[in-house]
């Protein structure tokens, strides 16, 4: 009997929102094309696909009018259904967008009442995360922004939203919740402007906290692609500073709406790269794919979405190893990052490095003139996504 080498395992990670494929395919033009599916419903679903864990906003579980007695039934029935499913909780986060309240943001309203909201209704949904198990929690602050920047001075939003995430570590702690925080960014939809529009701008942010060690980030594919930007570097410059708390992946074309769709759908090469970084590196946290079914399809193509995203990740993982063991892309590697002509290494500063490195002379030249087989070596890449290597 052959095993399927692309089957998704537990220990792959891999996680997906209860708003995800929960998603009923409404959008900004139509009314939802599939049945919305129960809490318990979708954990069923994922165990039948093969997910290892589950994601929630509070209020994709609990209903934002539920008493505190409604919550509690609501959230044992969910962590008895994921037991069933087999299925892990490891990340919450809150809804801070859907409520009319927060049609101003939550945190960097101008409204204190508003912002003091956002902050309880944070606190609620730490307070069902760590019910049901849940380590991390992704803030994404998707009214945080303006149509008019007349509404407020920007580096005011930028203190208060430091106020609210720092309240908000306090809570946990105090707690002993134990969560660490991944802010996740996004250029723009549903505002115009949203503040903190790459990965880059949290991580400028996060050093100026109270409690910088318990703040990462979440960075998601569509949302670098909104900007334009190159998700792997952004993946990289979090992981290098040990901020890679959590990450979402998915798809988007560069320059278009809010799309979401199945991870590597839309820039396979793209995916390939950032796959491949979080495999070399040992990235160890939950692959979770925030993304959702095309509008077209039904329960079935839910599936087939889900599958998609788990599979294309483990082929393009696949696809990373053969590429590490290609002997041509390796020894081209080695050749391209072999140094050309003698020279003083950077390294400490002192006053003797210093002066050896004005004194020494380069044939600038010769440098320029070197050729970099970049083109064979991307070509050979190509080659093994396209399956002819
Ligand atoms: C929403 C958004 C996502 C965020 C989710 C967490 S909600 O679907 O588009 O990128 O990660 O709040
Ligand atoms: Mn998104
Ligand atoms: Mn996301």
Known sequence: MTTDPFEPRPEHKFSFGLWTVGNPGRDPFGDPVRPRLSPGEIAALLGEVGAWGVNLHDNDLVPI??????????????????????????????????????????????????????????????????????????????????????????????Q?????????????????????????????????????????AYLGFIPTLDHPELVGVNPEVAHEHMAGLNMTHAVAQAWEAGKLFHIDLNDQVIGRYDQDFRFGAANPKAAFWLVKFLEEVGYAGPRHFDAHAYRTEGLEGVKDFARGCMRTYLILKDKAVRWIADPEISELVAELDRGSQPSPPIGQYSDATARALREHRFDRQALGARELAYERLDQLTIEILLGVR
């Open 160 to 200: 208060r939203l430091r106020e609210a995430v720092n309240f908000l570590c306090e809570y946990s702690i105090s707690n002993k919740y134990d969560y660490r925080f991944a802010l996740e960014a996004k250029p723009n939809e549903p505002r115009s402007d949203l503040y903190m529009a790459t990965t880059g």
């Open 65 to 158: 009018d539920a008493t505190p007695a409604e919550r509690d039934r609501i959230v044992r029935d969910f962590g008895q259904a994921c037991e069933r499913h087999g299925l892990v909780v490891p990340m919450v986060t809150t809804n801070l967008f859907t409520d009319p309240a927060f049609k101003d943001g939550a945190f960097t309203a101008n409204d204190p009442a508003v912002r003091a909201l956002g902050v309880q209704k944070a606190m609620g949904a730490m307070d069902i995360g760590a019910q049901l198990g849940a380590k991390i929690l992704v803030m994404w602050g998707g009214r945080e922004g303006t149509e008019t920047d007349g509404c407020r001075r920007p580096d005011v939003a930028i």
